[in-house]
């Protein structure tokens, strides 16, 4: 089995969405992240849910947990409003590892597959063949080809 | 709002729960992670379905990503029968931050559940009241908490 065996339609995001609009996607569709597509279409990263809640967090709380407390209900409520006027490009993390992103080739294996998530931490990766996306392999979708049912499949 | 306001019910497993079925469990309810609880019942900590892919990658796969080749699309796809015997608790990472879990009260502002995820890297924190359990909160149910349809919530 390959990669293109388990692929399934995933949501595409660009570089220049809306962070707001990214969210209500990641919330309404219950994502753990959307692909990002680069200015010519092709898949370019993933972004995950976790990278969203990093960008609305205050860096200093960050830095020291103990400063959470600080923030009251309202307060912590009120930082969805950090997300309001920037895009994807900016909620990226600010030295994405270029030399490897979440992104296989529809002939990789599912042991490349789960190596990729691992190394990398990322609970989706996109499928290309060539620079066309296919869609996107989900731990849960990749865990489940591995199960005693999925086996006998050819 | 609160951890409490934001919570859901989410599957539980026992440290002594067998990895074929909660490998199972992931795959057939899309699940990114279970809610792990100890002898007493009491949530310990969340078992992602990364980890369990990083139990099932062969080592030298892990520390060597060029080595994934040398696994043909059979030999990957036999990797599942790994799982075959072990339990949660063995595929729990080999030394958990015992400092801090990813469990959160249920009087935790949205700020502290945001923290914890964040800086654990986990996309599902267990919410307790005491030592009970009342569910889950997942990051795009956190994020969809800040988006602007919700604020208007009481």
């Given at each position: 089995m390959h990669a293109r065996d388990l692929v399934e339609p995933f949501p595409t995001v660009s570089l220049d969405t809306l962070a707001t609009e990214v969210a209500k996607m990641m919330s309404d569709e219950r994502l753990p992240g959307v692909i990002v597509c680069d200015e010519t279409g092709s898949p370019f990263t993933v972004l995950l849910g976790l990278e969203v809640l990093r960008f609305v967090i205050p860096p200093y709380v960050q830095d020291n947990p103990a400063l959470v407390r600080v923030y009251s209900e309202k307060d912590s409520d009120a930082?969805?409003?950090?997300?309001?006027?920037?895009?994807v490009r900016d909620m990226?993390?600010?030295?994405?590892?270029?030399?490897?992103?979440?992104v296989v080739g529809q002939d990789a294996t599912t042991l490349e597959v789960a190596a990729v998530m691992a190394r990398l931490h990322r609970s989706v990766v996109a499928v290309i063949d060539g620079n066309r996306l296919l869609g996107a392999v989900t731990v849960s979708r990749l865990i489940g080809h591995w199960t005693p049912e999925e086996q006998g499949r050819p």
């Open positions: 930082l969805y409003g950090r997300l309001d006027g920037f895009t990226l993390p600010p030295k994405p590892d270029l030399d490897e992103l979440p």
